[in-house]
């Protein structure tokens, strides 16, 4: 949550979150089964999405994204349920950049993101390949100030492009399959555009970094006292593990 300027520490404080973006300030979707998803739209990209249960007993979940500008154009090819039963959590499998439409798998490697939407999609026909906007939140990150380090700094092991993309949560350092997938990826890009925003409900900056990757581009979101070795600017290298979430366009 602090990567979009929420600075939630404890159980209550996220309870009294989710209460707030439900009853003060949600817009309400229709979900699966009764559900419905109340969505907040804080202002400068930053979202929360809520999950309600039937006649509004109880909120099943808040999922935080973060709307920006980057894009990937994904073929999708599979649902990823929910965890158990009665979440409306739930993720795609696609590839990604696809050489065509009519071939979704002919992508550049697989990709995994959740969806905070996903139980309003039930009617989405697969396969199709679709624009996705990707928010990308680190679980680890480096920045580095230019390609020409980015690549020095690997010189005692396994070299990854500038622009590559892994991902880690369709299987084990082993090489054996996860199932069900989860939607995590270690990539590195360029940082094309930079800025710190401020969340309009806490006053909190965070930083937002649209990064071209590997077949496409990614909006990552940190704190800005995330520690780094170099500042987070347009020209610099990123490279990390993120957790992915996504929203599906057309």
């Known amino acids: 949550m602090r990567c979009i300027g929420f600075d939630v520490q404890a159980q209550e404080e996220f309870l009294e979150l989710a209460r707030r973006a439900v009853l003060e300030h949600g817009k309400a979707y229709r979900a699966r089964d009764g559900c419905y998803l109340f969505v907040w739209r804080v202002g400068n990209g930053v979202e929360l999405w809520s999950q309600v249960a039937p006649e509004g007993e109880s909120i ?50 697989p990709v995994v993101f959740d969806a905070p939407n996903y139980a309003m999609l039930d009617g989405l026909e697969l396969p199709r390949v679709c624009d996705v906007q990707i928010a990308a939140f680190p679980h680890h990150m480096e920045v580095y ?13 396994p070299l990854m492009a500038v622009e590559s993309f892994i991902p880690s949560g369709t299987f084990r350092p082993g090489g054996e399959s996860i199932e069900p997938p989860v939607a995590e990826a270690i990539f590195s890009g360029l940082v094309r555009e930079m800025s710190r925003i401020t969340n309009a409900d806490t006053a909190l900056d965070f930083e937002h970094a649209k990064i071209k990757t590997l077949g496409g581009e990614v909006d990552v979101v940190i704190f800005p006292d995330a520690p780094t070795e170099a500042p987070l600017e347009p020209g610099a290298v990123v490279r990390g593990t993120f957790w992915l979430s996504g929203l599906i366009l057309k």
């Open 60 to 109: 099943l979940g808040l999922n935080p994204h973060f709307f920006g500008r980057a894009r990937m154009r994904v073929g999708i090819t599979r649902r990823i349920p929910p965890p158990y039963e009665g979440s409306l959590d739930g993720a795609f499998y696609g590839w990604l950049d696809p050489e065509s439409d009519e071939n979704p798998e002919s992508g550049w490697c």
């Open 145 to 157: 100030p230019s390609e020409d380090e980015y690549l020095a700094s690997q010189e005692d092991g």
